[in-house]
């Protein structure tokens, strides 16, 4: 801190008393100047933001430590009397709400990460298997989260209102068990296929009441209901969306194919693994890798045989197209058949036939993929290619099954609807039919009181459909685990207790024991949760059986893997898969919402179930909402922003602008590329440079000392004979000048060799040593020439080797500036 | 440091806090795994030191390749003995840690592969460094020539300055492109 020394007009006006000058030991900030308080300021700020950096500084503990403590002295010293007159309290206040709030944040990161459920189980699975397994266990758990949140919403603002505050069970038609099927509503068979009881309850659409406000609380239960749907498909676009744009943002910029062995070589071990046996795996697949990559690079033109390759990977596509139409057709037949067992009264058939269709889904959904493992086998790739492949593949079939359930489902819809005008007009003849019959008996009847049980029901299609999806997402769950339990769990028993009385060692030859499939799994799961997003409108309960499926899930898996699989042989890389996963998992959730937006945009709702009952559509709940409960302007201005005249503008700006961003990041790619270009020519221009001068410089340096060493020796000679001045004189300019180009080659090689140890960072040459006293005149080497020579004249006897030399350079250098002063 | 090393004090909680990466939790937990690794009756002296070959047995370090490098680098003995202290072990923790930023991690993951400490990834650096790597399975050893092509294209794509070796800026230009540096460089108590 500086001493100070102020005049009484740059007090501040409180402080008058505090004059102080030449104040040597302390500052105090009250009889500061402004821009000394300023200064005071930013140093106090720099102290901060070096105490915040702190944790990135690769520096030893104790320096650390040492420095923490300094700057903290520092900032606590100054901080607190900073702050001028009437700002001071709040200065003070601010600061103290600053630490504080730095400290809860500091508390809530550590709550939270406490809080991380099964963190010790993933842990134990990746030192055992390896980061590329675990990831598939971290993908549950985010999902888990998910979900939870999706439950939170459709249990919260859903499931509960209805059920506290809505009528209770039996008192419209709507929420009654028919009578015909009430004799056997409760039997477990009935239960399990989610009808009886099951269906007239708040986990179905059919359920709810289309009353508009429910309860005290006045609560909008149609509105509700809609907009928890909308915001269940919001909320999950934005988490996918948000995790895409930060894995996007580590990952650097896509995959960079220049740095292969680099990375190969740096990156490749996993720190995480702790287990003998799998760092043996590691090891092994790290040489495998190096071996593959080597023989790769040196074969890279070898194409034999192209034709034959294309051909077969023609094939090969062809009869995966093949298998993947067979097995779309064979869904659609089923789910046709079924509709034809319903029509004929489910009752006579088995329970094979029953469930034909969700049985059927999920055997393809699980012979398929080893088909298209066993038909990549013609086509040749790279192993991480060949995994592209059969991911795509494994996709395109969940998908055309799931459409094809999508559209087989709405063939029942419309079969339902039909269904539903004849109800509808089975209902007025019923009702004119009981009128005149309480109308026959007494003139002044009561009116008839008719048990909800007994009503005619329509057939509620919006109920049908969620308990499609709910009966599909059980039968999924069903044979994943039945999956899980024979073929990892039985196959590992088998294997092991078999193996004392086989000819063959099974656990090292067919079948040993099973790898765990990430890639397939992970497909599994998101494929999961697109029929949820799919369903839930329908079926608010899906979220609450996802959850409760997900949490059985971790468990029975973290429990499989450990027990009955081995660490993989090949081992593959997480990260690059990360965002293929979670592109999947958009492309998912954009199609999954479709048939959901289709069928509540086209289809008219059921005229005696669900909140909207009644309606024309059901997004008219949103117009009603907005003509009965909010004020009239807000109407009007709401009609105005939907008019197609301003929509498609607005539609069309965001296009330009998505084009505009587009293309600028398409072009900072580029300029990426041309500055990493740049780069490496530049320094390799210089490299060359340096190299170049270094060694002509020092090239001269040595033809100069030669002919230095030479001139001495011929001058020597010829003192001797030579008495005269003029031939001192001529040899003493016979030494000067090579003697002077030899400081100057001397200056120039200090120059570049300095140069190159910058850029080297090496300081293992002695050069500096030597030549250290000589480099403050370098820049100076040029103004006198006539100083030097009487000087070179009176050390004459020492100019025979070098070091004697930078002698008479160091009385040049003091000498020189004298000079230039003048 | 003022209280006894059997339980950190609330100051020293705070300021390791301040200047690592690690959670409250995960201090007090290096601080239990770390007592217990020293003997008993230096469990309460305030700068024990655990030897290396004690820092070897942990199950996160065992199967290692780099363990010792990574005892080397950390420690702050002089000479280099590769004992560490309860602030070289919180020092090791915090740059294997999920938060810790790329600049540091490939900080010392250059230290780390720098066998012979001179500043630099030299042709002997790295071929110690494939040894490490493939060496354990005796069958599958490189051979002389696999490793020299390995190297040469290492550097081909690594040096940019073309001086025959890796030095630090080199080495975190490649390491900042990789997309799974940061999830490997890891190690979690």
């Not at chain 1, 040597?24 to 950096?53: F, G, H, M, N």
Request: aromatic share 12%; charged share 20%.
């Amino acid at each position: 801190m500086a001493i100070f020394n102020l005049s009484s007009e740059q007090e501040t006006s409180e402080e008058e008393d505090d004059k102080e000058t030449n104040d040597d030991d302390e500052v105090r900030p009250e009889c500061l100047s402004p821009e000394e308080l300023e200064k005071l300021k930013e140093a106090v700020e720099e102290k901060k933001k070096l105490i915040q950096s702190l944790k990135g500084k690769p520096w030893p503990m104790k320096k650390k430590l040492v420095t923490l403590r300094e700057s903290q002295e520092f900032v606590e010293k100054y901080e607190g009397a900073l702050g001028k007159g009437k700002g001071r309290k709040l200065y003070a206040y601010k600061v103290m709400m600053t630490k504080k709030w730095v400290k809860f944040q500091r508390d809530f990161e550590n709550f939270k990460t406490a809080c991380i459920p099964w963190e010790m189980k993933i842990k134990e699975i990746e030192s055992h298997f390896g980061s590329s397994v675990a990831s598939y266990f971290i993908f549950l758990r985010w999902m888990y989260g998910i979900n939870m949140i999706l439950f939170g919403l459709t249990f919260g603002l859903v499931m509960v209102p209805e059920a506290l505050m809505g009528r209770p069970y039996g008192s419209i038609p709507r929420k009654t068990v028919p009578r015909a099927e009430e004799a056997s509503a409760m039997d477990f068979a009935v239960l399990w296929d989610f009808k009886g009881y099951a269906q007239y309850s708040v986990l179905f659409y059919g359920f709810y009441n289309n009353q508009r406000a429910v309860g005290w609380l006045k609560f909008r239960m149609p509105l509700s209901y809609f907009l928890v749907g909308v915001g269940t498909v919001a909320y999950s676009y934005m988490v996918v969306i948000r995790t895409m744009a930060r894995n996007a943002n580590e990952s650097g910029i896509g995959d960079d194919n220049s740095f292969n062995f680099s990375w190969k070589m740096f990156t490749s071990w996993d720190y995480l693994i702790g287990n003998p046996e799998t760092a043996d795996n590691k090891f092994a697949s790290i040489t495998t890798s190096f071996k593959e990559a080597i023989l790769e690079e040196q074969e890279s033109r070898k194409d034999d045989n192209i034709h034959l390759t294309r051909f077969l990977r023609v094939l090969a596509n062809f009869l995966v197209l093949c298998c993947l139409a067979g097995s779309g057709y064979l869904i659609y037949f089923v789910v046709r058949r079924s509709q034809k067992f319903t029509l004929e009264g489910l009752e006579n058939h088995t329970w094979w036939e029953r469930n034909e269709v969700n049985m059927v889904m999920s055997l393809l959904g699980m012979f398929c993929p080893m088909l298209f493992d066993v038909i990549s086998t013609l086509e040749n790739y790279h192993p991480r290619v060949a995994l592209q492949w059969q991911l795509g593949r494994i996709f395109a079939l969940f998908l055309g099954n799931l459409y094809t359930f999508i559209i087989a489902l709405m063939d029942e819809i419309n079969l339902k609807r039909k269904e539903e005008t004849i109800v509808k007009f089975n209902i007025t003849t019923w009702e004119t039919s009981l009128y005149n019959s309480s109308m026959s008996g007494n003139v002044t009847a009561p009116p008839v009181t008719i048990h909800p049980a007994d009503v005619p029901r329509g057939p509620c299609w919006e109920t049908m459909v969620g308990q499609e999806f709910v009966r599909l997402i059980i039968s999924d769950t069903m044979t994943t685990y039945i999956t899980l339990l024979i073929g990892d769990f039985l196959r590992a028993v088998l294997v092991r207790f078999l193996n004392y009385c086989w000819c063959w060692d099974l656990e090292a030859g067919f079948p040993s024991y099973s790898e765990f499939d990430v890639s397939g799994n992970v497909l599994g799961l998101i494929f999961n949760q697109g029929m949820i997003w799919m369903g839930s409108f329908y079926a608010p309960c899906l979220p609450a059986l996802n959850v409760l499926r997900l949490h059985v899930s971790m468990y029975l898996q973290c429990w499989a893997v450990m027990c009955c699989n081995v660490p993989q042989e090949r081992v593959f890389k997480a990260s690059g898969s990360n965002n293929f996963y979670m592109a999947m998992l958009l492309v998912i959730l954009f199609l999954s919402t479709l048939p959901a937006i289709y069928t509540i945009v086209t289809i008219p709702p059921s005229f005696d179930c669900g909140p909207f009952s009644g309606k024309n559509r059901m997004f008219d709940v949103i117009q009603e909402t907005l003509e009965s409960d909010f004020p009239a302007w807000f109407s009007k201005v709401f009609s105005y922003a939907s008019n197609p005249g301003l929509v498609l503008p607005f539609i069309l700006l965001m296009v330009l602008a998505i084009y505009y961003l587009q293309s600028t990041s398409k072009s900072y790619k580029e300029a990426n590329v041309e500055l990493k270009k740049k780069l490496q020519m530049q320094n390799e221009e210089n490299k060359k440079k340096n190299k170049q001068a270094a060694l002509k410089a020092q090239m001269d340096l040595e033809e100069a000392r030669k002919a230095a060493t030479q001139a001495a020796e011929h001058r020597r000679n010829n003192n001797a004979s030579f008495q005269s001045q003029e031939g001192e004189i001529h040899n003493s300019y016979s030494i000067i000048i090579p003697i002077l180009i030899l400081q100057q080659q001397q200056q120039q090689l200090l120059l570049l060799l300095l140069k190159v140890e910058e850029n080297h960072g090496r300081n293992d040459r002695n050069h500096n040593g030597r030549y250290g006293c000589s480099s403050a005149g370098g820049s100076a080497s040029q103004p006198s020439v006539r100083g030097p020579i009487s000087r070179c004249y009176s050390n004459r006897g020492n100019s025979q080797y070098l070091p004697g030399l930078s002698q008479q350079t160091n009385p040049r250098i003091y000498r020189t500036p004298s000079l230039q002063s003048h | 440091m003022g209280t006894t090393a059997s339980q950190l004090g609330k100051a020293d909680l705070s300021e390791y806090q301040e200047l690592t990466f690690l959670t409250k939790q995960e201090i007090l937990l290096a601080h239990k795994r770390f007592t217990e690794l020293l003997p008993k009756e230096e469990k309460n002296s305030t700068n024990a030191r655990v030897p290396m070959t004690k820092i070897l047995t942990l199950p996160e370090l065992k199967s290692n390749p780099f363990k010792e490098r990574i005892c080397l680098v950390f420690s702050t003995t002089n000479p280099n003995d590769g004992s560490f202290s309860f602030d070289d072990f919180l020092d090791f923790l915090s740059a294997f840690s999920d938060s810790a930023t790329l600049e540091i991690k490939s900080h010392y993951a250059f230290r780390i592969f720098d066998f012979d400490n001179d500043g630099t990834l030299s042709c002997g650096d790295l071929e110690k460094l494939v040894d490490c790597l493939t060496y354990e399975s005796e069958d599958s050893r490189l051979t002389t020539e696999e490793m020299r092509q390995l190297i040469t294209n290492i550097l081909e794509e690594s040096d940019i300055d073309k001086d025959g070796t890796v030095n630090l800026s080199e080495f975190q230009h490649v390491i900042s492109r990789s997309p799974d540096f940061v999830s490997s460089f890891k190690i979690v108590l």
